[in-house]
């Protein structure tokens, strides 16, 4: 697999240069706002894992927005990933889970936060500077602008999505 200690892309990864920065960019926000947060360094390297390897499949041949998530957690765990949290957080980053742990709620919102995208920068900055101290306000804010996008295109809402939606806002 990887080196001990040392968290990358898997070689299996398909990805684009501009796909690979997408992913730095959000190991680089989680492992700051892990910092940020004083996580124990465990999880960190969860939270880690599952940046790395959320979109090492995006620019496969047979991938799309949706189908990506699940052949990485599949290829992960055929490559012996075998913590289900970071299977669960990689599997449906594009979704959302109402099942999920702080692995898969910190890589949706840095997938969705990350300074690289273009759309609605300033805004994005300032849920990412407030997502350490309010996760779970900032978690509501960033489903509810994917779901609205989702809406707006006219696409269906997965089960997963509603179910994640669902369980923020019955807190």
Same mark, same amino acid.
């Given at each position: 697999?990887?080196?001990?200690?040392?968290?990358?892309?898997?070689d299996w990864a398909v990805v684009t240069p501009e796909r690979r920065a997408h992913i730095e960019r959000v190991a680089q926000l989680v492992g700051d706002w892990a910092q940020a947060l004083h996580v124990a360094p465990a999880e960190r390297e969860r939270w880690l894992r599952a940046a790395w390897l959320h979109d090492a499949l995006r620019d496969a041949p047979a991938a799309d927005e949706l189908a990506h998530g699940p052949m990485a957690a599949d290829r992960a765990a055929r490559d012996g990933e075998t913590d289900p949290g970071v299977l669960d957080a990689v599997r449906y980053h594009s979704l959302g889970s109402a099942r999920w742990d702080d692995v898969g709620r910190m890589l949706y919102l840095a997938d969705y936060l990350e300074p690289g995208r273009e759309f609605a920068r300033p805004e +994005?900055?300032?849920l990412a500077a407030r997502?350490? +101290?309010e996760r779970d306000a900032v978690l509501i804010e960033v489903a509810r602008r994917r779901i609205i996008r989702a809406l707006g295109a006219g696409w269906p809402l997965p089960r997963e999505t509603v179910e994640f939606w669902n369980s923020l806002v019955s807190r």
């Open positions: 697999m990887r080196p001990a200690g040392r968290v990358t892309l898997p +994005r900055a300032a997502a350490p +101290r």
